[in-house]
């Protein structure tokens, strides 16, 4: 039988008027777009951090520097990402103001920051000059970005982390995409160089970058307000010591007490980041040599730079496309065999691409390399998230950056000497080589063992095994004494995983019959009053501190259909029901209601088991 009408979908605060607000420290829920409205932010950093990955280097070939220059002048990344991110981790984490928050006021001040770099960065002539623009640009790029994944991990509850990281590797797309289209789009319309040797494409691209970064930001962080710390964690916080020195304990003591399974992958993360390393670097060059036969100051340079700007929009749209898939093959299958096998792809990838010699196929690889480049920048931050004590997730963050930046800071010092020497200066062998170096991290990654199960995250395994985890808790009551205990199980369930409750009552809209009913027949509710009143009852009884996302649904037809509407398919849904029946012999067979619920619903089910002696048949 199906459902014949949903009467009405009430939340709880109409049928229970709650006297206090939200408890200090607690995480509800939050809908597809408060996580949009915080995730916002992150597209104006990756529109600016794409513009130092695509745009900087050229524009330091445009003002004199040489191609085996590149990697130390690149140095400024690795550099401020190992002394910044860390040390504003470690200060957001140890600092709270009732007006600003935790992580807000590092974000804005990295992001004033940028804005202010990207819209003098242009107007550099002497190339000390730019180097200095980098250093300033990437310092303040880690000032907003390190802080901002944080603040993910503190507003969301454990069952939404992963969506929180994955709208966030959407915007590391959607920005990046938009940053490296527009090199390829304003050197097609806007002609003209200015008087330092710089075009004025360059210009209008670093102007927008600009205004994207504040504008996105600034809306972010005025939208969205931090969750306040408990008044146990409010005077750890006061009572610990300030000052940088602290700050560096702090770190030191994070690295020794840091899960195992963080220690396992930075091999992973020496190979893959040195890779990528190369391939920003020298992307330009190398389809420069292959495809269109030019080198820095020779014609056809400015064209090479542009169309290397719309390889990087390419790979970075599908970074976003992989984005929306990536969190659940990653859970079925494992993150350590989804990553090794993303790397794997780019490897092929770039390797591929050094031997290209057509200007259109060149863009077949950064399919590959954009698939990657979801797991890089998505996997590794839910993995650490996931494992770590919240209140250090700042710090936490800033290690993990550590060992992304180490890799890039040797490359810095070593690959100029490599790519002159031994590779003959041919960008094409240096792609090839980021190839080789993806494929080892590849190989590295299938030698990491899974981290004891102690260490191991419920919701971005590192093992193929998965731990499921409900952010919707559907429980089914009639008002009485038995529909109790499914309500009592549904509540721990729903504290423990900050899972969303739907409390689901089912009536029959016609009149109550005379008489006595059959034996062995369901127990029914007659009318929208009766349902209301035990939803009402519900509701009451799970009003506590740990319970505070709660919906009700009245709905006038069968109970099993009600049940199964409200879980409907997803997955991480959990359905409550309570084993006993009328016509259940003395509780030791399923009644009507479970036994039905437990044959057609796709999610899981709880069968709660109730006391012989209670009232009611249907939970």
């Known amino acids: 039988m199906a459902v014949t009408d949903v009467a009405d979908v009430t939340d709880s605060t109409e049928l229970?008027?709650?006297?206090?607000?939200?408890?200090?420290?607690?995480?509800?829920?939050?809908?597809?777009?408060?996580?949009?409205?915080?995730?916002?932010?992150?597209?104006?950093?990756?529109?600016?951090?794409?513009?130092?990955?695509?745009?900087?280097?050229?524009?330091?070939?445009?003002?004199?520097?040489?191609?085996?220059?590149?990697?130390?002048?690149?140095?400024a990344g690795p550099v401020t990402g190992l002394l910044i991110q860390p040390l504003i981790g470690a200060a957001s984490d140890r600092r709270w103001s009732p007006r600003w928050g935790r992580r807000r006021p590092f974000i804005i001040a990295g992001a004033f920051l940028c804005a202010i770099i990207l819209l003098l960065?242009?107007?550099?002539?002497?190339?000390?000059?730019?180097?200095?623009?980098?250093?300033?640009?990437?310092?303040?790029?880690?000032?907003?970005?390190?802080?901002?994944?944080?603040?993910i991990s503190d507003k969301l509850p454990h069952s939404q982390l992963a969506r929180g990281f994955l709208t966030q590797s959407m915007f590391t797309g959607a920005g990046a995409v938009l940053a490296n289209l527009s090199l390829f789009v304003f050197q097609k319309v806007l002609g003209g160089t200015a008087a330092n040797g710089v075009p004025y494409w360059v210009y209008t691209c670093f102007w927008l970058g600009a205004v994207c970064i504040l504008a996105t930001v600034l809306v972010a962080m005025l939208r969205?307000?931090?969750?306040?710390?408990?008044?146990?964690?409010?005077?750890?916080?006061?009572?610990?010591?300030?000052?940088?020195?602290?700050?560096?304990?702090?770190?030191?003591?994070?690295?020794?007490?840091?899960?195992?399974?963080?220690?396992?992958?930075?091999?992973?993360f020496c190979f893959q980041w040195y890779a990528m390393f190369i391939y920003w670097q020298f992307v330009a060059l190398s389809v420069g040599e292959s495809v269109f036969n030019t080198a820095p100051e020779q014609p056809g340079w400015e064209e090479a730079i542009s169309w290397s700007g719309l390889m990087n929009a390419t790979y970075n749209f599908f970074t976003l496309l992989t984005a929306l898939f990536l969190v659940g093959f990653c859970q079925r299958y494992g993150g350590k065999y989804v990553h090794a096998v993303c790397l794997g792809i780019a490897a092929?990838?770039?390797?591929?691409?050094?031997?290209?010699?057509?200007?259109?196929?060149?863009?077949?690889?950064?399919?590959?390399?954009?698939?990657?480049?979801?797991?890089?920048?998505?996997?590794?931050?839910?993995?650490?998230?996931?494992?770590?004590?919240?209140?250090?997730?700042?710090?936490?963050?800033?290690?993990?950056?550590?060992?992304?930046?180490?890799?890039?800071?040797?490359?810095?010092?070593?690959?100029?000497?490599?790519?002159?020497?031994?590779?003959?200066?041919?960008?094409?062998?240096?792609?090839?080589?980021?190839?080789?170096?993806?494929?080892?991290?590849?190989?590295?990654?299938?030698?990491?063992?899974?981290?004891?199960?102690?260490?191991e995250s419920d919701f971005m395994p590192l093992g193929r095994h998965h731990i499921s985890v409900y952010q919707n808790v559907v429980v089914g009551t009639d008002g009485t004494d038995a529909s109790m205990y499914a309500v009592d199980r549904a509540h721990a369930v729903a504290a423990e995983a900050d899972a969303h409750v739907m409390v689901v009552s089912a009536y029959n809209p016609g009149p109550q019959p005379t008489g006595e009913a059959p034996v062995g027949a369901r127990r029914e509710i007659y009318g929208k009053e009766a349902a209301l009143n035990a939803l009402q009852r519900a509701v009451k009884h799970l009003n506590s501190d740990r319970v505070h996302n709660i919906s009700t649904r009245m709905v006038a037809g069968?109970?099993?259909?009600?049940?199964?509407?409200?879980?409907?398919?997803?997955?991480?849904?959990?359905?409550?029901?309570?084993?006993?029946?009328?016509?259940?012999?003395?509780?030791?067979?399923?009644?009507?209601?479970?036994?039905?619920?437990?044959?057609?619903?796709?999610?899981?089910?709880?069968?709660?088991?109730?006391?012989?002696?209670?009232?009611?048949?249907?939970?």
């Open 558 to 619: 069968d109970p099993v259909e009600a049940l199964l509407d409200a879980a409907g398919p997803d997955h991480q849904s959990l359905i409550v029901v309570g084993n006993r029946g009328l016509g259940a012999a003395e509780g030791h067979e399923l009644g009507s209601v479970p036994s039905e619920v437990v044959h057609r619903s796709t999610s899981d089910v709880l069968i709660v088991q109730v006391p012989e002696n209670a009232e009611s048949e249907y939970t």
């Open 224 to 268: 969205t307000k931090e969750i306040p710390p408990t008044s146990e964690e409010l005077e750890k916080l006061r009572a610990a010591p300030k000052g940088l020195r602290h700050a560096v304990a702090d770190i030191t003591a994070a690295v020794r007490e840091m899960p195992e399974s963080m220690h396992k992958i930075g091999l992973v």
């Open 348 to 455: 092929v990838s770039l390797a591929a691409l050094s031997q290209i010699g057509n200007q259109w196929l060149t863009l077949i690889p950064m399919i590959g390399l954009g698939i990657c480049w979801a797991s890089m920048v998505g996997v590794p931050y839910l993995m650490v998230a996931s494992m770590v004590p919240r209140e250090r997730t700042g710090v936490y963050m800033g290690i993990l950056n550590m060992m992304i930046v180490v890799p890039m800071l040797v490359e810095t010092v070593t690959f100029g000497w490599i790519f002159k020497h031994l590779l003959g200066g041919k960008a094409t062998s240096a792609m090839l080589v980021a190839g080789v170096l993806l494929a080892l991290a590849a190989v590295s990654m299938l030698w990491v063992n899974p981290p004891h199960t102690s260490e």
């Open 16 to 75: 229970l008027e709650r006297s206090s607000s939200e408890p200090e420290g607690h995480r509800p829920l939050l809908t597809r777009g408060s996580i949009l409205m915080m995730n916002v932010g992150f597209f104006g950093v990756q529109y600016s951090f794409g513009l130092t990955q695509t745009a900087v280097n050229p524009l330091f070939t445009l003002i004199g520097a040489t191609p085996d220059e590149l990697p130390i002048l690149n140095l």
């Open 121 to 151: 960065f242009p107007f550099v002539s002497a190339l000390w000059l730019g180097v200095i623009c980098l250093w300033l640009l990437d310092a303040g790029n880690n000032t907003s970005m390190e802080p901002y994944r944080a603040l």
